[in-house]
Structures are given as structure tokens and as C-alpha cells.
């Protein structure tokens, strides 16, 4: 059975940062995009970011530009999401996923790390 395990979450006041990890285990990823949603209480799961298979691509939701950065180490079968100046309205269970390069269909889902930002 495929796993996506993340860590890395926790309690962190306004301005501070965490950094979020995701490790894929009994199947390598080499092949597929990895990202990170969230999913605010209340709220839709929402995109934050993606990293597509070497690593030479990234993407990010306007709301984390300049603060998140995503990466991925190909060895390891990780990802990683480096938060900066979390806000409050950052506040949500972050999600690993997985898709197949050339699919728009994220299959492969962790169970979510929950980061909440004080103010």
C-alpha cells in the first residue's frame, strides 16, 4: 500500500516558520508531480504548492509566494515545504500529494499535519 507520511507541523506565532516534510514509502515517486493543499476548518482544500519530478519546476498559490518554498529530494523520495512569515491565515491541515506527470489528478494523499499560527 502506498503511504504519504507527513511532519513537521505544530504551534508557531505570527512571523515565525516551520518547515513541513512528506516521505513516500513502498513506492517511488520519481515519475510523478508532488504538492502540498490545505484545508483551512470551514474551508475547501486549496492548492499551496508543487514541485513537478526533478525538481526543475515549482508552482505556488499567490497567497505563499515569497514565503513557501517547496522542494524535493529525488534520493530520499521526499518533500519538503519551507514556511516563512506564517500568518494566522495560514492556519490550516496541510496535505502531501501525488500525481502522475502529464495527470491532473492528485491519487495519492497523506493524512495531514496540522500548523496553526497565533497572533
Known amino acids: 500500500q502506498v503511504q504519504l507520511v507527513e511532519s513537521g507541523g505544530g504551534l508557531v506565532q505570527a512571523g515565525g516558520s516551520l518547515r513541513l516534510s512528506c516521505a513516500a514509502s513502498?513506492?517511488?515517486?520519481?515519475?510523478?508531480?508532488l504538492a502540498w493543499f490545505r484545508q483551512a476548518p470551514g474551508k475547501d482544500r486549496n492548492f499551496v504548492a508543487a514541485?513537478?519530478?526533478?525538481?526543475?519546476?515549482?508552482n505556488y498559490a499567490d497567497s505563499v509566494k515569497g514565503r513557501f518554498t517547496i522542494s524535493r529530494d529525488t534520493v530520499k523520495n521526499t518533500v519538503s515545504l519551507q514556511m516563512n512569515s506564517l500568518q494566522p491565515e495560514d492556519t490550516a491541515v496541510y496535505y502531501c500529494?501525488?500525481?502522475?506527470?502529464?495527470?491532473?489528478?492528485?491519487?495519492?494523499w497523506g493524512q495531514g499535519t496540522q500548523v496553526t499560527v497565533s497572533s
Open positions: 514541485v513537478n519530478w526533478n525538481g526543475g519546476r515549482t
Open positions: 500529494a501525488a500525481r502522475p506527470e502529464g495527470s491532473s489528478i492528485y491519487g495519492y
Open positions: 513502498r513506492r517511488t515517486f520519481s515519475a510523478y508531480t
